[in-house]
């Protein structure tokens, strides 16, 4: 099975709701996080990342917040926009150099005005 | 405009032909990869290549065969596919093949296989 996976493949809000994304990782030994937004027709775009020695992270509108304890991810978006809609994943990595990325399949946000 | 160009964007192929998929970046990466993603599925990691030597092959049919022939450009060579082939193709690339560096993408070759 993957190591990485989240808990709703889709999530619907309303526009200008926040909108929390989860996902849950299974191997105690990742070290690094990021998320990724695909749009479609695109590629997946990197949005946040997070190393495994800091519990929050912020950007502009987005937070990544890490549960080591329970080994979880989540993105939280602000004021979510109709430009938000799209695919939002998570990957891992296990802080060693020459190891990959690990990816989750994804949720997808779907934003109604 | 990640820095990750992928050309053709589009590929319609029998199961007989030979075509290449190609990765340009210009980003100053070290570092390479290629995916396959299929409805549904997470990203499936193909190859790595690190300062243009390969570095991982994951399990890949030898139907799939990668170039890179310098650290700004990699190939994918498509030969005699199947059916279950069809997906979008995306590359990748890091400043490194190291851990704590995010991966950037292009938008992907979307193949289909008749």
């Known amino acids: 099975g993957e190591s990485v996976g989240l808990h709703l493949p889709t999530l619907s809000v309303q526009e200008g709701d926040n909108s929390i994304i989860n996902c849950a990782y299974s191997n105690s030994a990742s070290d690094y996080f990021i998320w990724y937004k695909q749009e479609s027709g695109k590629g997946p775009q990197f949005i946040i990342d997070i190393r495994s020695n800091m519990d929050k992270r912020q950007g502009q509108r987005v937070t990544v917040l890490l549960n080591k304890t329970v080994k979880h991810l989540s993105l939280q978006i602000a004021a979510t926009q109709p430009g938000d809609s799209a695919v939002y994943f998570c990957?891992?990595?296990?802080?060693?150099?020459?190891?990959?990325?690990?990816f989750g399949k994804g949720t997808t946000l779907s934003v109604s005005s | 405009e990640t820095g990750v160009t992928q050309t053709p964007r589009h590929l319609v192929m029998g199961m007989t032909n030979k075509k290449s998929l190609k990765c340009e970046q210009h980003?100053?990466?070290?570092?390479m990869y290629w995916y396959k993603q299929s409805a549904k599925k997470p990203l499936e990691l193909m190859f790595v290549y690190s300062l243009e030597e390969r570095v991982e092959n994951n399990s890949v049919p030898s139907r799939f065969s990668p170039e890179c022939p310098n650290s700004s450009h990699l190939f994918l060579h498509l030969h005699t596919l199947q059916p279950e082939d069809s997906a979008l193709y995306l590359c990748a690339s890091s400043q490194d093949y190291a851990a704590n560096q995010p991966q950037h993408f292009g938008d992907g070759t979307r193949l289909s296989i008749l």
């Open positions: 980003l100053g990466h070290n570092a």
């Open positions: 990957a891992e990595n296990m802080g060693q150099a020459g190891t990959a990325l690990i």
